[in-house]
């Protein structure tokens, strides 16, 4: 069965303070993972896709990468506007498209 | 350009009653999804059409769900009768179609939904 977990499930950052957001996945056959930024009362918010283990892209202060069993997005410096549920899903060639649990990140002043 | 349109917002019923919940997608998205969150979640997908076409609706509650996309345009998911774990949000969303039918979605607000 596809599964898609992520951790940790909240993050509490410092402004400024780097870290990482995991989403671990199994599936039979991965065409695209993809990563959404989810505000309080929002529909998610596109961030990236990406195809095949090795791949990263960036955007402002987010960078993800992909290998052949997860995918990590890295936050530089993060500011409180950052704040948010970071959300993974996969789609495994149409058979199934599933989102994982998020990570609820929080970043203070 | 406005975006992917949902109505109503908030939705409070008693169970047994139904309801549905309408979409309008971004003008020319020709693929439109329907999603279910629940609190602490990711969104569940329940049906993914092209066109007026439902090409996947594998995780739709058939007995109680039911969904239409007349015209390749608005869609409109309904539930008959409601049950108590019907309370969620019910997201839609749309992109472009290309070889990938999953990427860059634009959603919704979503239509909040408590079932008393």
């Known amino acids: 069965e596809d599964q898609v977990t992520q951790s940790p499930e909240a993050l509490r950052l410092q402004e400024g303070e780097s870290s990482s957001l995991n989403c671990s996945y199994t599936v039979s056959g991965l065409r695209g993972l993809f990563w959404y930024r989810q505000d309080p009362g929002k529909g998610p918010e596109f961030l990236f896709t990406?195809?095949?283990a090795g791949e990263e892209k960036e955007k402002e202060r987010l960078k993800a990468t992909l290998t052949k069993k997860e995918s990590f997005l890295h936050i530089t410096a993060p500011k409180p506007e950052d704040s948010a549920t970071y959300l993974c899903?996969?789609?495994?060639?149409?058979?199934?498209?599933?989102f994982g649990p998020g990570t609820r990140l929080s970043v203070l002043p | 350009e406005a975006g992917v349109v949902q109505s109503p917002r908030y939705k409070i019923i008693e169970k047994k009653q139904p309801v549905a919940f309408w979409c309008n997608p971004i003008?020319?998205?020709?693929?439109l999804y329907w999603y279910r969150q629940n609190l602490g979640q990711g969104p569940e997908l329940l049906i993914r059409y092209e066109n007026e076409e439902a090409v996947d609706d594998s995780q739709l509650p058939k007995d109680r769900f039911s969904a239409e996309r007349l015209k390749g345009v608005d869609s409109t998911l309904k539930i008959q009768p409601a049950e108590l774990g019907d309370s969620a949000v019910y997201l839609c969303?749309?992109?472009?179609?290309?070889?990938?039918?999953?990427?860059?979605?634009?959603f919704g607000p979503g239509t909040r939904l408590t079932v008393l």
């Open positions: 969303a749309s992109s472009l179609y290309t070889q990938n039918p999953y990427n860059e979605q634009f």
């Open positions: 899903a996969v789609d495994n060639y149409g058979q199934n498209f599933v």
């Open positions: 003008s020319g998205h020709n693929t």
């Open positions: 990406l195809y095949s």
